[in-house]
């Protein structure tokens, strides 16, 4: 009898572990050591080797499903695969790819609406930019910004 409540114990607790602690992991990235860049403030703006990015998100109006932004994206040197992945930051939402559309030869654009939380207003998001599967790792700044409803 106790080693069926021990199995049955270790078996549920090895399930929690497996959901909770890939979600923590998720959330708690090397990210967070990075200094944030609130971007509905201003834009966001660095210099790597291959010269100036800079990016910036603004309120496009409210749609039918919320608030819409307008991202742009301006680089000095373009991505193969060039998209955005919209993560939680004060909360897991899961992940949210906006797909990057060429305006020029090195601008890019997406409009987006974010999810909000349905328990409250005070959704945090993190635009993390990819070059397809693989985050950038040139980007100096955790890209944020508070989502609207």
């Not at 572990?17 to 992991?25: D, F, Q, V």
């Not at 955005?84 to 987006?112: D, K, N, T």
Request: proline share 5%; with cysteine.
């Amino acid at each position: 009898m106790v080693r069926s409540i021990v199995a049955v114990s270790l078996v549920i607790g090895a399930i929690a572990l497996a959901m909770y602690g890939s979600r923590s992991m998720e959330t708690g990235t090397e990210a967070d050591d990075q200094p944030q860049c609130n971007l509905l403030d201003a834009p966001c703006e660095w210099t790597t080797g291959d010269g100036e990015w800079r990016v910036e998100l603004i309120e496009a109006g409210t749609g039918t499903q919320g608030m819409e932004y307008r991202l742009a994206v301006s680089v000095p040197k373009a991505p193969d695969r060039f998209l955005a992945v919209l993560r939680g930051q004060s909360m897991y939402m899961g992940e949210y790819p906006v797909p990057l559309a060429r305006e020029e030869s090195l601008s890019y654009h997406a409009r987006f609406t974010a999810p909000v939380c349905t328990t409250g207003a005070d959704m945090i998001w993190r635009i993390d930019l990819q070059d397809g599967q693989e985050k950038l790792k040139n980007v100096p700044w955790m890209l944020v910004f508070r989502a609207q409803k």
